[in-house]
């Protein structure tokens, strides 16, 4: 099945520096690659999601970037603000939706 | 608010005992899935279901279960309670079965098992 890497799993940062989460897979047929904010005690979030068709996505902040053939991506938040801080999760889908293991993000005021 | 619901928020119970946690999808809605998500681990899918038939099975032990009613809410059944057992539990919902489906996560039931 799939597996899903993601580096580093702690990054601090100071506010208003930018952050990149980086994230690996291993199923060449997974075509979905959603990320997810989730808050202390909180629900996962879907905070951007790119396509197998795409390379780069931007929202604002946040952007992620895919490179198929070597089977990795990536989440940019630039300008952070101490409310991204929070536990970020890459996943990837073939056939079932299969997370990293998460990314502690603590931004510093 | 992503417009799934779950209930219990909260669930505290004994080791051996037998619970079940109760998800209502997002209107329009027609898969669910359950994930377990253990204390400062990520997120394990457990199962899908899709319209009332299961339809991707994960890492779910033998004493969990789960179904999906036809007004397409899902209820997750965990029996035998062991103190591993202890976690989150988080339902999320999408509009197809596909892979490409958005999933929506519910609050999550958090289960203590004592």
């Known amino acids: 099945g799939e597996n899903v890497e993601q580096h580093p799993s702690t990054l601090s940062v100071q506010e208003g520096d930018s952050a990149v989460i980086k994230c690996t897979y291993s199923?060449?047929?997974?075509?979905?690659f959603p990320w997810y904010k989730q808050e202390l005690g909180k629900r996962p979030q879907l905070i951007i999601d790119?396509?197998?068709?795409?390379g780069e996505k931007k929202d604002q902040r946040i952007a992620v970037t895919l490179n198929k053939t070597a089977k990795h991506f990536s989440l940019h938040i630039t300008e952070t603000q101490p409310e991204d801080s929070a536990v970020y999760f890459c996943?990837?889908?073939?056939?079932?939706?299969?997370f990293g293991g998460g990314t502690r993000l603590m931004v510093k005021p | 608010d992503s417009g799934v619901t779950q209930t219990p928020k909260h669930l505290i119970t004994a080791t051996g005992q037998r619970v079940t946690l109760r998800c209502s999808p997002r209107?329009?809605?027609?898969?669910v899935y359950w994930y377990q998500q253990s204390l400062d681990q990520g997120l394990q899918f457990l199962i899908q279901y899709y319209n009332g038939e299961e339809r991707a099975k994960g890492n779910i032990l033998e004493r969990f279960s789960a179904q999906q009613f036809p007004d397409l809410h899902s209820e997750l059944n965990l029996s035998s309670l062991e103190l591993g057992d202890s976690a989150l539990y988080f339902c999320a919902s999408s509009a197809t079965s596909g892979p490409l489906a958005e999933q929506y996560f519910g609050p999550g039931t958090r289960l203590t098992v004592t």
């Open positions: 209107s329009g809605d027609l898969s």
């Open positions: 790119i396509r197998s068709n795409v």
């Open positions: 199923d060449s047929a997974s075509n979905y």
């Open positions: 996943a990837a889908t073939g056939n079932m939706l299969t």
